[in-house]
């Protein structure tokens, strides 16, 4: 497949306060062409769920299955989701200490998006000066923004 068949995703999530109201954003490159998703929740969620929704609002947005190279500077999404995720499905959705997993609901839909597609996953220092990064963070703070109200 060449390398210009591959869907380059960049997302970030996040809150203020954590907990509270949150966003997420992701920037979608396939060849030439841009896609930017933002959104957010202005009822207390959490970093780590906003995390979560990027890459999952990202990968449901693809019309056909595709080569992904998704990047994240979460490594809770990125270690859950390449590391995790088959020991909590093997334990009923139970962490090694058997407590529930947290934001199971969004681990399952993470993963079921993830299925449709052949995903590799990169994790990237956060304000580290990667544009699609540095992009991915401004949607999400956009997404938070209106989420609660805020006139941009």
Known sequence: MPADAVVIIHTDGGCRPNPGPGGWGAVLRYGDHVRELWGGESSSTTNNRMELMAPIQALELLSRPSQVHLHTDSTYVRGG???????????????????????????????????????????????????????????????LEEAVGVQR
Do not use: M, Y
């Open 81 to 143: 989701i390449t590391q995790w995720i088959a020991g909590w499905e093997r334990n009923g959705w139970r962490t090694a200490s058997k407590q529930p997993v947290k934001n199971v609901d969004l681990w399952q839909r993470l993963k079921a998006a993830c299925d449709r597609h052949e995903v590799q996953w990169f994790w990237v220092k956060g304000h580290s000066g990667v544009a699609d990064n540095e992009r991915a963070d401004e949607l999400a703070t956009r997404g």
